[in-house]
């Protein structure tokens, strides 16, 4: 009897665990200093894989933000949320998209302060349209690149944007990778103008001593900013409030514009905004 239980039950050793694999076969159960013992290694353990993780983690976000360093930073301006987005996703795979706005006077102040390499710009933009604010930002930023999005294939519009600095124009109907070599080639320090547009016009255009160039001329900055606030809809007060002056100063420039212009109501002053592109209808 003695025998037959000799041969029946057999002792587990700890590395094979706490659970049986065999139907009775003794269990010997670890003492509590071994159970400590394991503890202890699995907390060195779990600390070890957290710090190792964070390790990793840190690292990673500190390549990330080397890579995003090294990339050009690219800035983007358009009053249509919808296409700004579309312009950030399409670009950040290769650019460091710093910020987007959607005004021109939002364009020249954070512009100025961000100082990026290219800025993406819609023409119609309000508050303060794209050529001119474009305009503004390259008298601070020489170096600037200035890249046209807009849905206006005019070539004479085309040409007045080459002769205000910019570096690219191209149509928002245009293919998504046509924006990324647009990009990239201005970036190049060369320009860039959409295959849709006819180049041969638009270099006839620069060459020439146009009407459109001509208006654009006429009159002052500040002159051409109050006449686009005035034609979108806003009052004297919000015009003043806008570029931080009186309404009497307003009502100055409002005369002084009808007068350069010989515009005899406010409908022939929305027709010239409409026209040499202040505004869009």
Same mark, same amino acid.
Not at 29 to 42: K, M, T, V
Not at 171 to 180: F, N, S, V
Not at 251 to 279: G, P, S
């Given at each position: 009897?003695?025998?037959?239980?000799?041969?029946?039950?057999?002792?587990?050793?700890?590395?094979?665990?706490?659970?049986?694999?065999?139907?009775?076969? %003794?269990?010997?159960?670890?003492?509590?200093?071994?159970?400590a013992s394991?503890?202890?290694? /699995?907390?060195?353990?779990?600390?070890?894989?957290?710090?190792? %993780?964070?390790?990793?983690?840190?690292?990673?976000?500190? !390549?990330?933000?080397? *890579?995003?360093?090294?990339?050009?930073?690219?800035?983007?301006?358009? =009053?249509?949320?919808?296409?700004? =987005?579309?312009?950030?996703?399409? %670009?950040?795979?290769?650019?460091?998209?710093?910020?987007?706005?959607?005004?021109?006077?939002?364009?020249?102040?954070?512009?100025?302060?961000?100082?990026?390499?290219? $800025? $993406?710009?819609?023409?119609?933009?309000?508050?303060?349209?794209?050529? =001119?604010?474009?305009?503004?930002?390259?008298?601070?930023?020489?170096?600037?690149?200035? +890249?046209?999005?807009?849905?206006? #294939? =005019?070539?004479?519009?085309?040409?007045?944007?080459?002769?205000?600095?910019?570096?690219?124009?191209?149509?928002?109907? /245009?293919?998504?990778? !046509?924006?990324?070599?647009?990009? #990239?080639? +201005?970036?190049?320090?060369?320009?860039?103008?959409?295959?849709?547009?006819?180049?041969?016009? +638009?270099?006839?255009?620069?060459?020439?001593?146009?009407?459109?160039?001509?208006?654009?001329?006429?009159?002052?900055?500040?002159?051409?900013? *109050? %006449?686009?606030?005035?034609?979108?809809?806003?009052?004297?007060?919000?015009?003043? /409030?806008?570029?931080?002056?009186?309404?009497e100063t +307003?009502?100055?420039?409002? @005369?002084?514009?009808?007068?350069?212009?010989?515009?005899?109501?406010?409908?022939?002053?929305?027709? @010239?905004?409409?026209?040499?592109?202040? $505004?869009? *209808?």
């Amino acid at each position: 009897m003695s025998a037959q239980l000799g041969k029946s039950l057999t002792v587990q050793p700890l590395s094979t665990g706490l659970a049986a694999k065999r139907r009775g076969t %003794l269990r010997v159960f670890p003492s509590c200093a071994d159970i400590a013992s394991g503890l202890r290694f /699995c907390l060195r353990k779990r600390t070890f894989s957290r710090r190792h %993780l964070s390790g990793l983690d840190q690292t990673t976000k500190r !390549e990330e933000s080397k *890579v995003a360093g090294n990339r050009p930073q690219i800035m983007i301006a358009d =009053d249509h949320a919808f296409v700004a =987005d579309a312009c950030r996703m399409l %670009l950040e795979p290769e650019y460091n998209v710093v910020a987007t706005v959607g005004d021109g006077r939002a364009l020249v102040r954070v512009a100025t302060n961000l100082k990026p390499q290219a $800025i $993406i710009i819609d023409i119609g933009m309000p508050l303060l349209n794209g050529l =001119d604010a474009g305009c503004q930002v390259k008298e601070i930023l020489r170096s600037v690149k200035l +890249v046209f999005l807009t849905m206006n #294939r =005019d070539p004479a519009l085309a040409a007045e944007a080459f002769r205000r600095g910019a570096s690219g124009y191209l149509l928002k109907t /245009c293919a998504a990778p !046509e924006l990324i070599v647009a990009i #990239r080639e +201005v970036l190049k320090g060369k320009l860039y103008l959409s295959p849709a547009i006819a180049k041969e016009t +638009v270099d006839f255009l620069l060459r020439q001593h146009k009407e459109f160039i001509d208006e654009g001329q006429r009159l002052t900055e500040r002159q051409r900013e *109050v %006449l686009q606030l005035l034609t979108e809809g806003n009052s004297m007060k919000q015009v003043a /409030c806008a570029l931080n002056m009186s309404k009497e100063t +307003v009502a100055f420039h409002k @005369y002084r514009i009808r007068e350069i212009l010989n515009a005899k109501n406010d409908a022939e002053l929305v027709q @010239y905004a409409v026209r040499n592109h202040l $505004i869009t *209808v």
